[in-house]
């Protein structure tokens, strides 16, 4: 199901001026079904090597991130729209909002694909913070 693909992961949060940025490698799964993306990744926690399951659905208008597992969450990201999520922490749930500025999916003729995700967290109506989301897809053999 779906091609083997190498998932590139990358970051950027910025909170009251600090710049945290985070990236990843996974070896994953992407495939295109009814003209929605799909990219399928394990990735480890560092201390206990628990598991967490990795599901990205996504078109031009609305990303959609499920995580089960060690980390559990489900995160939806839509265009020019404000959602309420549930985030996961080491001390508890809370719900936050997330208000995406903007989604846009860059489809390449040789099968990959680049996700690029602009968005605001805001807890109790205040923003917490500003957030860039980018997935690239490298299909491989």
């Known amino acids: ?21 985070i990236e990843m490698l996974a070896a994953g799964k992407h495939y295109l079904r009814k003209n929605k993306h799909y990219i399928l990744y394990d990735d480890f926690e ?6 967490t399951s990795n599901i990205i659905k996504f078109n031009n208008q609305m990303v959609e991130i499920i995580r089960k597992g060690a980390i559990e969450g ?7 729209a404000t959602r309420q999520s549930l985030y996961s922490t080491p001390m508890g749930d809370m719900l936050v909002e997330i208000m995406t500025e903007e989604v846009i999916v860059n489809e390449q ?9 602009k968005y605001q967290i805001h807890i ?18």
Do not use: F
């Open 109 to 117: 003729e040789d099968g990959n694909v680049d996700l690029k995700v």
């Open 46 to 51: 560092e201390d206990s090597k628990e598991k």
């Open 74 to 80: 489900r995160l939806i990201l839509e265009d020019n």
């Open 1 to 21: 199901m779906g091609e083997n693909a190498v998932i590139k992961i990358s970051g950027l949060q910025k909170v009251e001026g600090t710049t945290d940025n």
């Open 124 to 141: 109790d109506g205040n923003k917490i913070s500003d957030n860039e989301l980018e997935i690239n897809t490298t299909h491989h053999q």
